[in-house]
């Protein structure tokens, strides 16, 4: 993977993100997983120092880089995750939102963060962000009542450089998309719509996430305890 061909670029949509790379990686079934997205605790360095640690398939890209991180020890004894770097901190934004796979199963939770140099909550907001993805302990319908649990030994983050161009990474699945718009409007399902293919995934189409993800918001309902995640932030939400 070393001699990439003319515009090669590592482009995972977020359900091979969850379901390829994150359970690979944490079942443990794929060695080579960690050429091509290593494991970096990116909250111990400032972003501009994560690409140069990024995998083969994405340390040439301008743009977006893709890491696992280990869940932090005070993390897994009940504390709150630490999210301050050597000279800034990462700041939650917008509302936490399920993943979606294209056969409109919950098959993850993610996160939009923003890096702001300085202290809290006096810092400067930078064109630096991440997508931290967590994935489900089993997928479940959008209408399952039974509350979800996070596999919580490691996360996937995507560590990016806001751009102002919308793209297709973060496009819900066609069938979703659709099935949602024709919920909050009947006449839209009368009307003709084509899927993208595959190919179409490199395109600057789409949406972006959490703010810039075109996913949906998953409502505090009693089927997650949004309560517990959000508070795990040391920072309030924007």
């Known amino acids: 993977m070393t001699d990439l061909p003319p515009g090669f670029r590592f482009y995972p949509t977020e359900e091979e993100l969850l379901n390829f790379y994150l359970g690979n990686k944490l079942e443990n079934t794929r060695q080579d997983m960690e050429r091509v997205i290593p494991i970096v ?25 893709f890491f696992f991180c280990p869940r932090q020890e005070r993390e897994a004894q ?12 990462w700041k939650a934004t917008g509302s936490p939102s399920y993943v979606f796979s294209s056969q409109n199963q919950r098959i993850g939770v993610k996160k939009t963060m923003v890096f702001y140099t300085g202290r809290a909550p006096t810092g400067t907001k ?12 089993e997928a479940s319908s959008s209408t399952s009542t039974t509350p979800p649990r996070l596999r919580n030994e490691f996360s996937v983050c995507r560590v990016y450089i806001k751009s102002g161009t919308l793209r297709s990474f973060d496009r819900r699945p066609a069938a979703v998309a ?7 409007n009947p006449e839209a399902s009368s009307s003709s719509a084509n899927p993208q293919i595959q190919a179409d995934r490199t395109s600057s189409q789409g949406s972006s996430s959490s703010g810039d993800d075109g996913s949906q918001p998953v ?5 997650f305890d949004w309560n517990e995640y959000i508070n795990s932030e040391p920072f309030f939400w924007e």
Do not use: C, F
Not at 126 to 137: A, D, P, S, V
Not at 178 to 184: F, G, H, K, L, Y
């Open 219 to 223: 409502a505090a309902d009693g089927t």
């Open 126 to 137: 930078t064109q630096w962000k991440m997508n931290e993805y967590k994935t489900l302990e």
């Open 41 to 65: 605790d990116v909250y111990s360095y400032d972003p501009v120092q994560l690409p140069p640690m990024s995998g083969e398939a994405s340390i040439r890209d301008p743009e977006q880089w």
């Open 178 to 184: 659709m099935n949602t718009e024709s919920q909050r």
């Open 78 to 89: 009940g504390g709150k995750p630490a999210r301050t770097t050597p000279s800034g901190y």
